[in-house]
């Protein structure tokens, strides 16, 4: 259902959107039940204007129609499952043809801790609680990719700085264990990746959020 749900806005331009929907519609209803998750839904049910093509609108329409099919229909056993980081920029039929509209806030301090420990399971590292409560303290709210991202690079810091060293020739039998390995991921490590990973979401954005979730939605 993935699949389809990702096809249909390159799919409906040469098929006939009632086909196509009801077609697949169709199959879910038969068969067991169903989640269909689709990722930055805004991308398809963006506010609906007068400068869009009329393909866009009917794909729009169609949805519109079998998503209220769905509901109706008991025996179906749908869950319709989407994310978006823009939800103001959905049209606000789409809006009211959702149940819930959950805001999944930014990790806390709590959050980001784990989210740390987690990226640096497979590493050594060498560092107290009290390390990772200053870290994530220090470390500013962001997407969970970026976070991951830092995580990566205070992982690769030991091995950077392994490469610079000066190459000498020799075999890979000459070298003790310890001189081949990277050390221990450390706390000064995390620092240097810190610097390199700047918040990518501003307050405003976040007083944005808060504004659509006040009006429209619930906090998760």
Same mark, same amino acid.
């Given at each position: 259902m993935w699949d389809r749900a990702l096809g249909y806005s390159r799919k409906a331009s040469g098929t006939g959107q009632a086909l196509l929907f009801t077609t697949s519609c169709h199959r879910i209803a038969i068969n067991l039940s169903k989640v269909i998750f689709i990722d930055e839904i805004d991308s398809l049910?963006?506010?609906?204007?007068?400068?869009?093509?009329?393909?866009?609108?009917?794909?729009?329409?169609?949805?519109?129609?079998?998503?209220?099919?769905?509901?109706?229909?008991?025996?179906?056993?749908?869950?319709?499952?989407?994310? %978006?980081?823009?939800?103001? *920029?959905? @049209?606000?039929?789409? $809006?009211?043809?959702?149940?819930?509209?959950?805001?999944?806030? !930014?990790?806390?301090k709590a959050c980001r801790i784990q989210m740390m420990k987690l990226s640096c399971r497979?590493? %050594?590292?060498?560092?107290? *609680?009290? @390390?990772?409560?200053? $870290?994530?303290?220090?470390?500013?709210?962001?997407?969970?990719? !970026?976070?991951?991202?830092?995580?990566v690079d205070d992982n690769w810091t030991p091995v950077d700085r392994r490469n610079k060293s000066l190459g000498i020739k020799a075999v890979i039998s000459d070298f003790p264990p310890e001189k081949v390995c990277p050390r221990d991921v450390t706390l000064e490590d995390f620092k240097t990746a810190l610097k390199l990973h700047t918040a990518t979401v501003s307050a405003d954005e976040l007083d944005r959020f808060a504004s659509f979730t006040n009006s429209y939605g619930q906090s998760g």
């Open positions: 049910c963006r506010l609906r204007n007068s400068l869009e093509n009329d393909s866009t609108r009917r794909i729009k329409t169609e949805l519109l129609i079998q998503m209220e099919a769905a509901e109706r229909y008991d025996k179906a056993n749908i869950f319709l499952l989407c994310a %978006t980081n823009c939800p103001w *920029e959905l @049209d606000k039929a789409f $809006l009211c043809r959702f149940q819930k509209r959950i805001y999944i806030p !930014l990790p806390n497979e590493n %050594t590292v060498n560092l107290k *609680e009290s @390390d990772w409560q200053r $870290l994530a303290h220090q470390r500013p709210a962001k997407c969970f990719m !970026l976070e991951k991202d830092s995580s």
